[in-house]
């Protein structure tokens, strides 16, 4: 018996093909990795740039002179930081909205109640087919939602997708749980509450991540709904800056006398803008991938 295990090679031998395979993957998504930084060290490089370092170099990765003279100028603007309170607004409240109507509606669609196909069939229908701009234009109108931050969170409350894979996730709740609820005298909304949300933090937690990511990012929908630029998010704020070129007759409400280049002031302005959402995700990376395969596992 010992002589036939003598031969045998354990689980973690690798061979040389084995560590060249594994030597060319670290390679490749090191690649991967460093041009997908690039952008995001230039955008810090020239936001922090001089205006000589910026005019002297072609491609700026490392500045000679730092200076802070493009955030000085974009946070003493009243718009900028307008904006900047809106877009957390609409985040914060529609991520809340978001996760109560997706939350109780697949709640309720995991539970056996009548008309249950049909109203599943209704939201899979709208997975494939949507009224598209016009329509759904008219019917924010005609409610009285323009120019409210509520044009941006409700037309949007739910996701078909998210209320799928989070009704599945319900599905898979262990059916002893809500039994033993319903034996202690707890209703449907004392078990929803006490019982299903409680395991459901990680999956809560990711679709969290989902929803804060896609309001924080929308830009269509407030320059389709919102005319007062008071009540602007800071995405149509970057539209106007860096896509319209607008960054002195956007922030002209900051109070410099010699304004840095437009260029490092659309620079700054878009790390600005995407600083807040990084520091977000990595208290919520550790229940990420587990909530989204969590509702995923049985079909």
Same mark, same amino acid.
Request: aromatic residues 6%; proline residues 13%.
């Given at each position: 018996m010992l002589g036939k295990l003598e031969g045998v090679k354990p689980l973690n031998h690798k061979t040389r093909f084995d560590r060249l395979f594994d030597a060319v993957n670290i390679t490749i998504l090191i690649l991967i990795s460093c041009v997908m930084l690039f952008p995001f060290l230039y955008l810090f490089s020239v936001s922090f740039s001089s205006y000589e370092d910026f005019l002297g170099s072609k491609l700026l990765l490392w500045p000679s002179t730092w200076t802070t003279d493009a955030y000085s100028y974009i946070l003493e603007s009243?718009?900028? +930081? +307008?904006?900047l309170m809106n877009t957390v607004l609409v985040t914060v409240l529609g991520t809340t909205v978001n996760l109560f109507f997706t939350a109780t509606m697949a709640y309720a669609l995991s539970r056996p109640i009548i008309g249950q196909k049909t109203v599943m069939f209704m939201v899979v229908f709208t997975l494939l087919f949507s009224a598209g701009m016009i329509p759904t234009y008219l019917v924010v109108k005609e409610t009285g939602l323009l120019d409210s931050i509520w044009s &941006? #969170? &409700? %037309?949007?409350? #739910?996701? %078909?997708f998210n209320l799928i894979v989070m009704r599945q996730f319900f599905i898979n709740i262990p059916d002893d749980l809500t039994e033993a609820g319903i034996i202690d005298g707890a209703n449907e909304l004392q078990i929803f509450s006490r019982i299903i949300l409680p395991l459901s933090k990680p999956s809560l937690a990711a679709f969290s991540l989902f929803y804060a990511v896609t309001h924080w990012n929308n830009y269509f929908a407030p320059i389709l709904y919102i005319n007062d630029s008071e009540k602007w998010t800071i995405q149509v704020i970057l539209r106007q800056i860096v896509v319209m070129g607008e960054s002195t007759a956007t922030l002209a409400d900051s109070f410099v006398e010699n304004p840095p280049p437009p260029e490092t002031i659309q620079m700054a302005a878009i790390l600005l803008a995407t600083l807040p959402i990084l520091l977000v995700y990595p208290f919520l990376q550790k229940h990420f991938a587990k909530g989204v395969m969590l509702g995923a596992v049985k079909g």
């Open positions: 009243k718009a900028f +930081r +307008r904006s &941006l #969170i &409700l %037309p949007v409350a #739910i996701t %078909p």
